[in-house]
């Protein structure tokens, strides 16, 4: 499987972007999204599955962020809105080929799948 991340870039804060993934090679069960920034580790940011569309986010962007999937495109988005400098960050989509419930689906080592990351740089 491979994952293409696009929509990354440079925003105000209290500005909005939306990152788009894309996954080929086989369908997968699960897709998330994980951000690491400057200095930092990785941590997780949403996921979706794919069969029912159960969600989970990070308590830091729950209400801000939005994650949503086009099975047909084997896509996954994230709509991110009220950006904070807190953001700026890679961002990067992960993919799996199990259903996760919803306690694993912020487990990074769940998803077998990786994309290159997109730079999202919020500014004040």
């Known amino acids: 499987v491979q994952l293409q991340a696009s929509g990354g870039g440079l925003v105000q804060a209290g500005g909005s972007l939306k990152l788009s993934c894309a996954a080929s090679?086989?369908?997968?069960?699960?897709m998330a999204w994980f951000r690491q920034a400057p200095g930092k580790e990785r941590e997780f940011v949403a996921a979706?599955?794919?069969?029912?569309?159960?969600?989970s986010y990070a308590n830091s962007v729950k209400g801000r962020f939005t994650i949503s999937r086009d099975n047909a495109k084997n896509s996954v988005y994230l709509q991110m809105n009220s950006l904070k400098l807190e953001d700026t960050a890679v961002y990067y989509c992960?993919?799996?080929?199990?259903?996760?419930?919803?306690?694993?689906?912020?487990?990074?080592?769940?998803?077998?799948?990786w994309g290159q990351g997109t730079l999202v740089t919020v500014s004040s």
């Open positions: 090679g086989r369908t997968v069960s699960t």
């Open positions: 979706i599955r794919r069969s029912d569309g159960a969600t």
């Open positions: 992960a993919a799996s080929q199990a259903a996760l419930i919803s306690s694993w689906r912020s487990v990074s080592s769940q998803y077998e799948f």
